[in-house]
């Protein structure tokens, strides 16, 4: 037995009455755990029943456990079971116990004017955690472990909640008509139909798609996600050193992957036309610090004007809008799914790169959530100023490429 502090007259008579109804050694500890560690609370139990009086109980007959402490190696087993197949370096044990067994202990505790005791639902975790860690020989986590596994000590089952895997990077989209993120059938939602070949999805290729598809086939999982630091139009490519993302795997089986050969799987996937680099495992707070950015990007815009005009026109209207602040309404084109407000931004540079005719190329850099496409057309009037107002003609665009996100 354990060295147990020494029992006061108190706690013994307080046993005394606890024991009016059949305890267990380690429900009657529990009680009392105030007293000492955790580990004791079996043997404080026989110390107390030996100096309470009162004849021992197993589990089974204990009015607070109802013989559920005496099931923990039942409910390791069921752990265990669900535990196979899963790659982990960190778990926690959680449990669900009936609500009235946790009334009645709360009840008693109450009447005998204790200190809150480890209650059985934290008497269940340790349990069964302990049995479950010499099996699986990995490392308990209580802050961020990689499984949770959930005993339900109603059924004795064990359900899992795996931690997401974060792998962030930078992707290049290198052709137009591509998307970051699933679009679903707008004529279906998503259940599949003829129209998007019973697919369910308006693009058969996405970012997330060629990205994700391949780390699912390595890792396993339930579903996946692409966040990224914002998103270019499906019509746009992004260039350059690529856009930040995280590509999140929900309830991976395993956790270990190649990046090099998951670089490679994304451009057999899209036959080259995504590309990424920089893969590396991540946590979950790198999504969040990729949704709070809020870097300046650069545009390469290809522009057909209403007519030819002279070059030093189209200079003085670039120098007009360097560095000025634009106010641009809730562009027409996305109006259906964004709230309609006006939004301040500033445009930090136009550079014309290349003037042929009625075509012109510029290059603009600008604040995160500026609207390329409406600060050329002006949207109607929507957005002031703009190169269309400025110039006072129809200014179109056609091309539109992310060559740089300015995040260092």
């Not at 560690?37 to 589990?59: C, F, K, M, N, V």
């Not at 204790?114 to 209650?119: A, I």
């Not at 479950?132 to 005993?151: G, L, M, S």
């Not at 680099?277 to 300046?296: H, I, P």
Request: charged fraction near 30%; include cysteine; proline fraction near 4%.
């Amino acid at each position: 037995m354990e060295r147990l502090p020494p029992l006061t007259a108190q706690s013994v008579t307080l046993a005394r009455r606890a024991l009016e109804q059949p305890l267990c050694d380690y429900c009657l500890g529990r009680l009392f755990s105030a007293e000492g560690d955790a580990t004791a609370d079996a043997d404080r139990g026989r110390l107390l029943r030996s100096s309470a009086g009162g004849p021992p109980t197993p589990p089974s007959g204990c009015a607070l456990c109802e013989g559920l402490l005496g099931e923990a190696d039942a409910l390791c087993d069921a752990v265990v079971g669900a535990l196979e197949g899963y790659e982990y370096t960190t778990f926690l044990v959680g449990s669900t116990v009936a609500r009235d067994l946790l009334e009645r202990e709360a009840s008693l505790a109450k009447a005998l004017g204790l200190t809150p005791p480890r209650t059985l639902k934290q008497a269940v975790n340790r349990e069964v955690g302990l049995r479950v860690y010499a099996r699986v020989h990995r490392e308990v986590d209580f802050d961020d472990p990689d499984i949770v596994a959930k005993v339900d000590t109603r059924f004795n089952t064990a359900t899992l909640q795996v931690k997401s895997l974060y792998v962030r990077g930078r992707y290049r989209k290198v052709a137009r008509g591509i998307p970051q993120t699933r679009w679903p059938c707008t004529h279906c939602r998503g259940r599949g139909c003829a129209r998007c070949g019973n697919t369910g999805q308006m693009y058969a290729l996405t970012v997330e798609g060629a990205v994700a598809g391949p780390l699912i086939e390595m890792v396993g999982g339930d579903g996946h996600a692409l966040h990224g630091a914002g998103r270019e139009d499906i019509d746009a490519r992004m260039l350059g050193r690529g856009r930040p993302f995280v590509v999140e795997i929900r309830s991976p089986r395993r956790r270990a992957f190649d990046p090099a050969a998951l670089a490679q799987a994304v451009r057999d996937r899209s036959a080259g036309l995504v590309e990424v680099e920089g893969l590396a495992a991540c946590d979950k707070a790198v999504v969040a610090a990729l949704k709070a950015a809020n870097w300046s990007k650069t545009y390469r815009v290809l522009v057909g004007l209403e007519k030819a005009i002279k070059v030093d026109q189209i200079d003085r209207a670039c120098a007009e809008l360097s560095g000025s602040y634009v106010d641009q309404q809730t562009p027409l084109r996305v109006a259906h799914r964004r709230s309609d407000k006006i939004r301040r931004r500033r445009v930090e540079k136009v550079q014309l790169l290349r003037a042929d005719g009625e075509e012109i190329e510029l290059e603009v850099t600008g604040e995160s959530g500026l609207y390329v496409k409406e600060l050329m057309n002006g949207d109607e009037g929507r957005t002031q100023p703009s190169l269309a107002g400025i110039l006072g003609m129809a200014c179109d665009v056609r091309e539109l490429d992310v060559t740089e996100i300015h995040d260092g």
